[in-house]
């Protein structure tokens, strides 16, 4: 037997993270994957796993405590190679010594783990892409995960045969959860513990380190003695339902092994409030309901799912519309001699393998004009009474996809050049219609560009995305229209513009410095060099 101690693991960054609650006490006997403690951030709760089986000997933290990434949590008495450097009371006796190391084998079980999520947890599995049995390459698509903003494919990275799988779909994953094991051929393994006193080779299991947010499903173990101790549900769900007030006992499980999840809570208080507030006439903000309409008395019809970033989208729409004072201003900004260099370049473009469309330009334009005029360059702050102001420029490009509308986010656009611009542009807007963005890639934007381009139309009143932004620019299709120039009117390339803001923020002298600049840039590209 030997002490091994459990430290806390990589919290995306974060720095003395409160423990409240710990799941094990002094002479638990724990499995590797069972919650040690429960920590809070500002954002979110997450459970740590153990990495190892064993008995525990010592705990390290008491609930209150901040602990950051390497902290010790616990000391745990294991057996043979997982076990770090032994204590004195714990040096190796002849008939408990570790099992040797094995020799290199032509192939190891290696775990299939999901990567950093860019900090989202309890993503919707909606796609399993494998099945046991399959010959896998590495890049190869395991499974199909979903946030609230996009989908994404995670992918194999070892080539190999599929032993097991532990999600279906519908499970809820976190970085570091464990998909399933595969036989990797030319993987040294590593040496796994003995189970008898007597030395011995074990098959090993490779794996990288375990995320602190994992979904590995705990023990009952885990479950606090309060209002529905007899359900089987995480400490953060025990929270949630507390602050609910609601009696976990009457809830819907739908998670793995019957455990109940935050959706499940979701789900179980949404139909009270709409009730509660159908009984007073309104719903929202005091709106009177919609009539229901039975659309099937007029013919033929389906009922058609919206997928969850439509539903997402229209909530967020709605929130916008309830909760910003929008003003939009108009304008036409005119792109003849932007449009004459641009296609002066496309050879060039061409040769280095870019595709350079007037988006780059409008990207690089509002970026100078972000700089120019900082007033758009902020968010509300929750208090109501400040704002934060940014001193970085990213920019989001609204992706018309299969799935939905999403934004991914072009960071530190000022510092960019046309080209980067474009090859960026046109990789993000890719990778948002095949589904494979990532939420890390849809956060942080200072403002927004949604331009619909060729599909037409005169202007549009975009929402802005609040709380994160305060200004959005709407782009509609370019036309030939009559310039008087002082002298005579004369044909002229005019786009134009629509410019919505949150009027908490911004002041309508703000927003006009801002289109001013916009629509000179824009107009003589040459202004950038000023």
């Not at 994953?173 to 513990?193: E, K, N, R, T």
């Not at 473009?349 to 005029?373: C, D, H, Q």
């Not at 704002?387 to 991914?408: E, M, R, S, W, Y």
């Amino acid at each position: 037997m030997a002490i091994q101690t459990i430290k806390v693991p990589d919290l995306g960054g974060a720095e003395g993270v409160e423990v409240i609650e710990i799941s094990v006490k002094v002479g638990d006997s724990i499995a590797e994957g069972d919650s040690i403690v429960v920590l809070e951030t500002d954002k979110a709760s997450m459970e740590i796993p153990a990495d190892a089986s064993g008995k525990v000997t010592a705990l390290k933290i008491k609930i209150g405590d901040k602990v950051s990434q390497g902290d010790a949590l616990i000391d745990l008495e294991v057996s043979g190679a997982t076990a770090s450097a032994p204590t004195p009371e714990a040096a190796p006796a002849p008939v408990a010594a570790p099992a040797p190391a094995a020799a290199p084998s032509a192939s190891a079980e290696v775990k299939l783990i999901v990567p950093d999520l860019g900090g989202a947890e309890g993503v919707e599995v909606i796609e399993v892409a494998v099945k046991v049995g399959d010959q896998i390459n590495s890049g190869d698509s395991i499974v199909v995960l979903e946030t609230d903003k996009a989908s994404m494919e995670i992918p194999a990275e070892v080539s190999g045969t599929i032993l097991s799988l532990s999600v279906k779909v519908g499970d809820k994953v976190s970085q570091g959860f464990v998909l399933g094991v595969v036989s990797a051929a030319g993987a040294a393994p590593a040496v796994a513990a003995t189970q008898t006193a007597a030395p011995a080779q074990a098959a090993a299991v490779a794996t990288a380190p375990v995320a602190a947010a994992t979904s590995v499903a705990a023990s009952d173990d885990d479950d606090e003695e309060d209002d529905g101790s007899d359900v089987y549900a995480g400490p953060a769900v025990r929270k949630l339902a507390r602050q609910l007030g609601v009696d976990l006992d009457k809830v819907k499980a739908t998670g793995p092994r019957g455990r109940v999840q935050k959706d499940d809570l979701h789900n179980y208080v949404k139909p009270i409030v709409q009730a509660v507030q159908s009984g007073n006439g309104a719903v929202g903000s005091g709106i009177p309901a919609l009539p229901v309409i039975d659309y099937a008395k007029f013919g033929e019809i389906e009922i058609v799912k919206m997928s969850k970033i439509k539903k997402l989208t229209a909530d967020a729409m709605t929130r916008s519309w309830l909760n910003v004072p929008r003003i939009t201003q108009f304008d036409d900004a005119d792109i003849t001699d932007l449009e004459a260099f641009r296609n002066s370049m496309k050879a060039e473009a061409e040769k280095r393998g870019s595709k350079l469309t007037p988006l780059p330009f409008i990207v690089k334009a509002v970026a100078a004009a972000l700089v120019a005029e900082p007033s758009f360059n902020v968010s509300m702050h929750q208090d109501g009474e400040s704002i934060v102001q940014k001193k970085f420029v990213h920019i989001g490009i609204a992706v018309d996809t299969p799935n939905g509308l999403l934004v991914p986010v072009v960071r530190n656009a000022d510092k960019k050049g046309l080209f980067e611009l474009a090859d960026e542009i046109n990789a993000l807007a890719k990778k948002a219609r095949d589904g494979k963005l990532t939420p890390a890639e849809m956060q942080g934007g200072c403002f927004t560009i949604s331009s619909l381009g060729a599909m037409g139309g005169n202007g549009f009143t975009p929402m802005v995305s609040a709380p994160t932004e305060v200004g959005i620019l709407g782009v509609s299709r370019a036309q030939m229209k009559p310039v008087w120039n002082g002298k005579e009117f004369i044909p002229r390339n005019m786009l134009p513009l629509s410019l919505s803001y949150d009027h908490r923020a911004v002041n309508g002298s703000d927003a006009g410095r801002f289109m001013t600049y916009l629509v000179g840039v824009i107009g003589d590209l040459r202004r950038l060099l000023l």
